[in-house]
């Protein structure tokens, strides 16, 4: 089955560094992949829709200076946070989905995700 | 916007029993497809099963079925035969067109030997 590879799984940075997550479909080229934030026992929220070959889409709320998005191939999107703090740490998590299939009935698929914990 | 509502943040079931988790959605579109996710310990989000809008008949598979009721705008997960695996977070979710899933506040299903 398609698989969406997340890295890293887990990472410590200090107050002030920028942090990078990368998000990889390993099968299948994806246009579109999607950045999800949870926090400790609440849902996904969408953050961002990351469009190949194009800027981010941002949702209402979402720092796009803050919290940047690279779409830069058909199977690669980077999350950067950038001057971290510590309300940054959260439980990160992408997905993708398979460009060859239809948009209305092929499910997304999720990267492992990565836990930030900024000191 | 369309919201998706889980209204239990929790429930427990005895190994074997069967449980259902409900979820409500609002939309004002006719089509679009709707999903139970399961999210273990390890964070992974891992698809239970879907449903198309479109389709009247509830959605299968294995122990897992649904019961979609497009007018009431419900769509509740039964887990039959549970076992000691199927503890996890389960989140409803909703998709229409654009891709973009909206997830509910999810329900914590804890399974008692």
């Known amino acids: 089955g398609a698989v969406v590879s997340q890295h890293p799984s887990r990472v410590i940075c200090k107050s002030g560094t920028s942090v990078k997550i990368e998000c990889r479909s390993l099968d299948f080229q994806a246009t579109t992949m999607f950045w999800y934030r949870q926090f400790p026992k609440q849902s996904l929220m969408l953050m961002a829709t990351s469009n190949e070959g194009s800027k981010a889409t941002y949702e209402q709320g979402v720092e796009k200076d803050k919290f940047l998005i690279n779409h830069a191939s058909l199977t690669l999107s980077t999350l950067t946070v950038t001057s971290a703090h510590p309300e940054d740490s959260s439980f990160y998590i992408c997905?993708?989905?398979?460009?060859?299939?239809?948009?209305?009935?092929?499910?997304?698929?999720f990267g492992n995700g990565t836990r930030l914990t900024v000191t | 916007a369309q919201t998706v509502t889980q209204s239990q943040p929790e429930m427990s079931v005895q190994e074997a029993e069967t449980v259902t988790l409900s979820c409500t959605y609002d939309?004002?579109?006719?089509?679009?497809?709707l999903f139970w996710y399961k999210q273990p310990p390890s964070r992974q989000m891992i698809l239970v099963i879907r449903?198309?809008?479109?389709?009247?008949q509830n959605a299968t598979e294995n122990r897992f079925s649904v019961n979609f009721q497009k007018a009431a705008k419900s769509f509740s997960l039964k887990i039959s035969d549970s076992q000691l695996g199927d503890a996890a977070m389960y989140f409803c979710a909703y998709k229409a067109a654009g891709n973009k899933l909206t997830f509910g506040g999810g329900t914590r299903v804890l399974v008692k030997p």
């Open positions: 449903q198309e809008a479109y389709k009247q």
């Open positions: 939309t004002s579109e006719s089509d679009y497809y």
């Open positions: 997905s993708a989905r398979d460009q060859d299939r239809s948009p209305y009935n092929s499910p997304l698929h």
